[in-house]
C-alpha cells in the first residue's frame, strides 16, 4: 500500500469515526429554544436526577466490590483462590441486560423466590424490590464491578504482601495498613476502573429498558421513535456527550498518574487466612460469583430448556444468521480500518498522527444510542439530496430512501462504536514488532503492500485474531445500535431479548440472551489466560 493512500485513508477513517459526534454536538450551537423549554419541563430533571443517581450507587458499588474482591485474590490465600481469580471476571460474558431480566424474573413479586417465601413463611415477611433504583443499580454493579477487579488486583499484585508488612514494621495493623498504604498507592487504577463503570453505566440501553428506568439513553431512544423527534434526540446525545468528554478527561488525568509506583510481580507470599476469616473470604466470593454469574446463567439454560421446543421456529435461523452476519461483517471492517490507523501512526511518528489515531476511538466512550442519532443525521440529509438530485435528473418517482434502513448505517455506527478494541489490540501488536525487523525487510527489497503481506500480517496474527473476537462479542451484545438503525424485519439475537423483554417475556427471552452469553465467555477465556494464578 503506498504510503501517501494510507495516510488518506487513516485521514478518511478517521473523519468518520469523528462525524457522528460533530453532528450531535452542533446541536448545542444551534439549539432550538421550543425543544429546550419542552425537554427542560418534562424530560431533562428527571433524567438528570435518575442518571446521577445511578452513576453514583453504581460507581460506589463497583468499587467496593471490585476492591475487596482483587484485595483478596491477589493478597491472600484462601480456600479456591486460584478458581475465584480468572472466575470472578466472568460476569463480563454477562450483559447487564441479560442479567436484569433474569433477575426480575427470579426476584419480582411473582417470582418463584418470593412465592415461596409467602408460600412457606407467610404474607408477612418483607423482600427488597427489585423494581426500584437500589435493584437497578445492583444489577449494573454486578455486571460491571469487573472492570474495577481487574485493574485493582494489578495494582495490589504489584504491591503484593510488601506494602502491609512495611506497614506493620512502622507500627500499623493488617487494616490499618491497608487503608493508609495499600489502598492510596492504587488510587489511579480504582480512578480508571471505576471511570469506565460510569461510561459503561451511562452508555447502557438495555437495562434501563428493563427496569423502565429513564435515564439519557432511554429518552434519546423514546424521542426519536416515541415522538419521532429526531432534534430531541440530537439535544440530549449532546448532553450526554459533554458529560462522557468529562469522564474521558478524568480517565486521561489519572492515567497519566499510574506512575505512582513501578508495577512488579508479587514475588512476596501472600497472606494465609485462618480459622472463620477464610471462610468468610469464600463466602463472600462465592456469593458476588453466584448472583453476578452462576444464578443467571443457570436460570437462562432452565428457561431455554422449558421454551425451545415451541420458541425455537424457522425464526430463530434468520437471527442467529444476522448476528453472525453482522459481527463478522463488522468485526472485518473495524480490523482493516484499526490497521489503517494503526499502521500510519507507526509508518508517520508524528504526534499529530498519534493522536489522530485516538481521536478515531472516541466512539467506543459514546453511548450507541449517540452514535446512532450522530449516523442518521448527515445520512438522512445525504439521502434527501440523491433523492432529489435523482428525481429532478432521471425521474425516478416513487423512491423514499437510497441509504435510510440498510446496512450499511448500521455497520458505519458499529463501527465508529468498536474502533477502540481493534485499534488497542492492533497497535499493542506492532509493538512488538522491532524497527530492525522492518529495516530488514526493506533491506529485501519489500515496501508497501509487499511489507504488509511478508512482515506485518504473519506478526500480526494473534493481534488481528484478538481485535476481530473482541469486536465480534461486543457487537453481538450491542443493542441499541442495531435497534435503532436496523432495517426493517432484520432483527438478531439482542432485539430478540428486547422484544421479548419489553412484553415481560423473560423466559421466551431467556433463549436468544443464552446464546449471547455463550459467545461472550469467548474472550473472557481469553482474557483469563493472562491473569496470574
Known amino acids: 500500500m503506498h504510503l501517501s493512500r494510507l495516510l488518506i485513508l487513516s485521514l478518511l477513517i478517521g473523519l468518520i469515526t469523528l462525524l457522528p459526534i460533530g453532528v450531535v454536538m452542533s446541536y448545542l450551537i444551534y439549539p432550538e429554544s421550543a425543544i429546550w423549554q419542552h425537554l427542560w419541563a418534562y424530560v431533562l430533571p428527571e433524567i438528570i436526577s435518575n442518571t446521577a443517581i445511578l452513576l453514583l450507587g453504581t460507581g460506589v458499588v463497583s468499587a467496593a466490590l471490585g476492591i475487596a474482591l482483587a484485595w483478596l485474590t491477589a493478597c491472600h490465600e484462601f480456600p479456591l483462590r486460584r478458581f475465584f481469580n480468572w472466575a470472578l471476571i466472568l460476569p463480563l460474558a ?39 433504583t437500589p435493584g437497578v443499580i445492583m444489577v449494573m454493579s454486578l455486571s460491571l464491578y469487573p472492570y474495577v477487579y481487574l485493574l485493582c488486583r494489578n495494582a495490589f499484585l504489584s504491591q503484593g504482601a510488601r506494602i502491609t508488612e512495611a506497614g506493620q514494621l512502622l507500627g500499623l495493623t493488617r487494616n490499618k495498613a491497608f487503608w493508609r498504604l495499600a489502598l492510596p498507592m492504587a488510587r489511579p487504577w480504582i480512578v480508571g476502573g471505576v471511570i469506565v463503570v460510569l461510561m459503561e453505566t451511562l452508555a447502557d440501553f438495555g437495562t434501563m429498558s428493563v427496569f423502565n428506568f429513564d435515564t439519557f439513553t432511554t429518552a434519546i431512544y423514546k424521542s426519536w421513535f416515541g415522538l419521532f423527534s429526531l432534534s430531541a434526540a440530537a439535544q440530549l446525545a449532546s448532553l450526554l456527550v459533554i458529560v462522557v468528554f468529562g469522564l474521558l478527561i478524568a480517565e486521561q488525568y489519572f492515567a497519566g498518574r499510574k506512575r505512582y509506583h513501578t508495577p512488579l510481580k508479587n514475588m512476596s507470599p501472600r497472606f494465609t487466612l485462618h480459622g472463620r476469616t477464610k471462610w468468610l473470604a469464600l463466602i463472600f466470593c462465592s456469593s458476588i460469583l453466584l448472583f453476578a454469574f452462576i444464578l443467571p446463567l443457570l436460570q437462562l439454560i432452565y428457561w431455554s430448556a422449558q421454551v425451545f421446543t415451541q420458541d425455537f421456529d424457522e425464526r430463530y435461523p434468520q437471527f442467529i444468521w444476522h448476528t453472525v452476519l453482522l459481527a463478522s461483517v463488522s468485526a472485518g471492517l473495524v480490523v482493516a480500518a484499526a490497521l489503517c490507523l494503526a499502521l500510519t501512526a507507526r509508518t508517520y511518528p508524528n504526534r499529530w498522527f498519534k493522536a489522530w489515531g485516538r481521536l478515531a476511538t472516541l466512539g467506543y466512550a459514546v453511548p450507541g444510542s449517540v452514535l446512532a442519532v450522530g449516523i442518521f443525521i448527515p445520512v438522512a440529509a445525504a439521502d434527501t439530496y440523491l433523492i432529489n438530485f435523482f428525481n429532478a435528473q432521471f425521474g425516478w418517482q416513487g423512491h423514499s430512501s437510497f441509504l435510510r434502513g440498510t446496512l450499511f448505517i448500521m455497520l458505519l455506527a458499529l463501527m465508529v462504536r468498536f474502533m477502540a478494541p481493534g485499534f488497542n489490540s492492533i497497535e499493542t501488536g506492532l509493538q512488538r514488532i522491532t524497527k530492525n525487523q522492518e529495516d530488514a525487510a526493506k533491506g529485501m527489497g519489500l515496501f508497501g503492500w509487499q511489507l504488509l503481506r511478508r512482515i506485518h500480517l504473519p506478526l500480526l496474527k494473534t493481534s488481528l485474531f484478538s481485535a476481530a473476537l473482541l469486536v465480534f462479542v461486543d457487537t453481538m451484545k450491542e443493542m441499541p445500535i442495531t435497534l435503532m438503525t436496523r432495517p426493517f424485519g432484520w432483527d438478531t439475537l439482542a432485539v430478540r431479548v428486547f422484544e421479548m423483554t419489553s412484553e415481560g417475556q423473560w423466559d421466551r427471552a431467556a433463549l436468544p440472551a443464552l446464546g449471547i452469553v455463550l459467545v461472550g465467555l469467548l474472550p473472557v477465556f481469553l482474557l483469563s489466560r493472562h491473569q496470574e494464578n
Open 94 to 132: 454477562m450483559p447487564a441486560y441479560v442479567t436484569a431480566f433474569v433477575d426480575i424474573g427470579l426476584f419480582d413479586f411473582t417470582g418463584p423466590v418470593q412465592t415461596f417465601i409467602r408460600h412457606h413463611f407467610g404474607e408477612g415477611i418483607w423482600f427488597p424490590p427489585i423494581r426500584s
